[in-house]
C-alpha cells in the first residue's frame, strides 16, 4: 500500500440531511445487477456454460448429421420431426444447462454468505425480504435471456445442420415452439432452486453437492417405475421437461404417464417455491 | 443516539449479552471496550438488526434499525472489513451499496477519496491490505452521511498514519453532533480516541461514564523510593500510618501518598534518596483491574 496518504478533511457533501431517502424497489434490482456485472467471473460462468451446452448439441446433431446416410428407413420416416426435434435441444445439454444455470444462480445468493458480504448488505438494506426478492428478479430475468439465447443458437445451428440432409425441421413446426420454450425456462428454474439451496444452506460447496443429487443424483436413481419413486421422479424438473417435448401420442421411453399440464406445473412448482424459500428464509435467521 | 435497553442474546446455553442497558449519545465518541469474547461484537450486530435480541431492545434515532428499509442513511458501519467480496474492485462494491440506498453515484468517488483510497478505486479489494480494507469499509460506513456510526475493532492493521488518520475523522465526526460508537479491546487505543466509555465483560455493564472519570478511579499513584536508609525510611513512614512495602534491599514502594510529601519526610528525617518516582496506574491497569474483577465474580455465578 503507497497512495493513501490522508486527505485534509473537507466538510462533506451531505445529500442525507437535505432529502428523504426513496424507498424504491427497482433501486435494490439495480443494485444487484451491479454486484453481478462487476464481478468478471460473472461472464466467465456465463461464458463457459454457453460453450458446453452448445457444444454438447451441436456435436449431436452433427452425428445425426454424418450417420443419416446410414439410418434405416423406419428411422428416417421419423426422422422428422422426432429425431429432428430431439436434436434441437438433446437431453445431455438439458442436464448441463440445469447444472450450470444452478450452480450460477446459487452462487447469487451464497458467495455473499461465503464472503460474509450479506451482513454489509442487510446492515445496509434492513429490508431483507426486498433485497432477496430484488436477486430472484435479476436472476429471472438474466436467466431467461441466458435460457433463451442458448436454446435459440442451439436450435437455429442444429437444425441447419440437419437441413443440410434435409432432415431439419423449423420453429413453426408444430410443438417446436414449445420445446424450445421448454428448454428455455430451465434456466430460470434451475437458477432459481440453486438460490433457493443457497438461501438454506449458506455454505458454498454443500450448496452445490445439493444442487448436484437434486439434478442429477435422484433423477437417475429413480429410473425404475414403482409407485413412490416414479411419483419422486415426475416431481423433477428434468423430468418435466423430458415430458414437454413430447410431440403428440408419443410411444417409447421416458415419463409416459405424465400429463403435458402436469410436466408445466412442476416447472411452475419449483419457480415458485424456490422464490418463497429464497425470501423468506434469509429475513428470518442471524447473519 | 443509541438506546439499548435489557439488551441480551443467547446462543444455546451460552449468554453473550446479559441484560445491556446503555445510551450512546450524539457529540460524543463513545469507545465500547471490553476483553476479547466480552460480548461487544454481538451487541454491535444487534444494534444494526443482523442478530436478533434474545430479550430486551435497541433502537437507533428511536427506532429498531431492522425496520429501516433502507439503512446507509441511518447508520453507518464498519463491522469486519473482511465482509466484502473480493473479487469487486473497491468503488464496485461501493457503487453497488450506494445504488441500493438511492445515493447519488458521485458520493462513491469522494468518500473513497475521503478515506485515501482514490488511487485504488478500481482495484480489486482482494488485493488490498488489511489496512486498506479497514478504510474501505470506513468509506462504506460513510456512504449515507449518517448520525449514528458504528466501528468494530477499526484501528486493526492500521499503520500509524492511519489509526492518527481515524482518531481524527471520529473526532470531527462527533463534533458534528454524531454519534460515534468504537469498540476495542485495548484501552490503549481508547484512551485517545474516546470521550466517553462503555465497558463490559462477559455480557454484562461494567461501567458507562466519561474518559475523565474513568481516569479518576485509576489515579491510585504509588511512590517507588531508593534509599540506602530503606530500613529506617520505611520506620518512619509507618509512623506517619502510611502503607510502605520493601520491594528490594534498598527500595520501598509507598502507597498512598504523594511523592512531595514523601520527599518531604525524607528531608526532615535526613534520609538520603537516590530515587523518587511517582507510577500513577494506567487507564490500561485500570481496565484490566475492572474486567478481571467481572471475571472472578462472574466464575463465582452458578449459570
Given at each position: 500500500?503507497t497512495t ?14 437535505t ?30 456454460a454457453?460453450?458446453?451446452?452448445l ?42 444447462l ?34 432477496m426478492?430484488?436477486?430472484v ?13 442458448i ?28 420445446v ?11 437458477a ?36 413412490l ?12 421437461w ?22 408445466w ?23 | ?24 449519545r ?33 433502537t ?14 441511518y ?34 468517488a ?74 476495542s ?38 511512590v517507588s523510593v ?6 529506617r ?19 520501598l514502594?509507598?502507597a ?48
Open positions: 500500500m493513501t496518504t490522508a486527505p485534509t478533511l473537507t466538510p462533506v457533501e451531505r445529500p442525507a440531511a432529502r428523504t431517502p426513496r424507498v424504491r424497489f427497482r433501486d435494490l434490482v439495480a443494485a444487484e445487477w451491479i454486484k453481478l456485472w462487476s464481478l468478471r467471473s460473472t461472464k466467465w460462468s456465463f461464458l463457459a454457453a460453450f458446453v451446452v457444444g454438447e448439441n451441436l456435436l449431436s446433431a452433427w452425428g445425426d448429421y454424418s450417420n443419416y446416410p446410414d439410418y434405416s428407413a423406419k428411422i428416417k420416416a421419423v426422422f422428422v420431426p422426432y429425431w429432428a426435434l430431439g436434436d434441437a435441444f438433446n437431453d445431455g445439454s438439458a442436464f448441463l440445469v447444472i450450470a444455470a444452478g450452480a450460477i444462480g446459487a452462487n447469487l445468493v451464497v458467495n455473499e454468505y461465503g464472503t460474509r458480504l450479506i451482513r454489509t448488505t442487510f446492515a445496509a438494506v434492513p429490508a431483507r425480504r426486498s433485497v426478492a430484488a436477486k428478479v435479476l436472476a429471472t430475468g438474466v436467466f431467461v435471456v441466458f435460457g433463451a439465447l436454446v435459440g443458437v442451439s436450435f437455429w445451428a442444429d437444425e441447419a445442420i440437419l437441413s443440410l440432409r434435409h432432415a431439419g425441421l423449423s420453429i413453426g413446426y408444430p410443438g417446436a415452439l414449445r424450445t420454450v421448454a428448454a428455455a425456462l430451465l434456466a430460470p428454474i434451475a432459481l432452486i440453486g438460490m433457493a439451496i443457497g438461501a438454506v444452506v449458506r455454505h458454498p460447496a454443500t450448496t452445490m453437492v445439493l444442487l448436484i443429487v437434486l439434478n442429477v443424483v435422484v433423477p437417475a436413481l429413480l429410473l425404475d417405475q414403482r409407485r419413486s416414479a411419483t419422486i421422479d415426475e416431481a423433477m424438473p428434468i423430468t418435466a423430458a415430458r414437454l417435448p413430447a410431440i403428440g401420442d408419443q410411444t417409447g421411453p421416458g415419463p409416459i404417464g405424465m400429463s403435458m399440464a402436469h410436466a406445473i412442476v416447472y411452475a412448482a419449483w419457480a415458485v417455491v424456490s422464490v418463497i424459500v429464497t425470501v423468506v428464509v434469509p429475513a428470518r435467521r442471524d447473519v | 443516539m443509541i438506546e439499548i435497553q435489557e439488551l441480551t442474546k443467547r446462543y444455546g446455553g451460552k449468554t453473550a449479552v446479559d441484560g445491556l442497558t446503555v445510551t450512546v450524539p457529540g460524543h465518541v463513545t469507545g465500547f471496550l471490553g476483553p476479547n469474547g466480552a460480548g461487544k461484537s454481538t451487541t454491535l450486530r444487534m444494534i444494526i438488526g443482523l442478530n436478533r435480541p434474545t430479550g430486551g431492545s435497541v437507533v434515532q428511536g427506532r429498531p434499525h431492522a425496520s429501516n428499509p433502507r439503512g446507509l442513511w447508520v453507518g458501519a464498519l463491522l469486519d472489513a473482511s465482509e466484502v467480496h473480493g473479487g469487486r474492485s473497491a468503488s464496485g462494491h461501493l457503487r453497488a451499496l450506494a445504488r441500493s440506498n438511492d445515493i447519488p453515484r458521485a458520493r462513491v469522494e468518500v473513497l477519496a475521503q478515506v485515501g483510497l482514490a488511487d485504488a478505486a478500481n482495484r480489486r479489494i482482494g488485493g488490498f491490505s488489511l489496512g486498506m480494507k479497514q478504510r474501505l469499509g470506513i468509506a462504506a460506513a460513510l456512504l449515507g452521511d449518517p448520525q449514528v456510526l458504528l466501528f468494530d475493532e477499526p484501528f486493526n492493521g492500521l499503520d500509524p498514519e492511519g489509526v492518527r488518520w481515524v482518531r481524527g475523522l471520529f473526532r470531527q465526526l462527533a463534533a458534528e453532533g454524531r454519534t460515534v460508537f468504537v469498540s479491546h485495548l484501552m490503549s487505543e481508547m484512551q485517545h480516541t474516546a470521550d466517553h466509555l462503555v465497558v463490559i465483560g462477559r455480557g454484562r455493564l461494567i461501567a458507562d461514564e466519561s474518559l475523565s472519570d474513568f481516569a479518576a478511579r485509576s489515579v491510585r499513584p504509588t531508593a534509599t540506602p536508609d530503606a530500613v525510611f520505611a520506620e518512619i513512614l509507618r509512623e506517619q500510618g502510611v502503607r510502605v512495602q520493601s520491594t528490594g534491599v534498598q527500595t514502594e509507598v498512598d501518598l504523594a511523592a512531595a510529601r514523601v520527599g518531604e519526610l525524607a528531608f526532615t528525617h535526613r534520609v538520603q534518596l537516590h530515587e523518587l518516582t511517582t507510577h500513577a496506574t494506567s487507564l490500561e491497569e485500570a481496565f484490566m483491574d475492572l474486567t478481571a474483577d467481572s471475571v472472578e465474580y462472574l466464575a463465582g455465578d452458578p449459570r
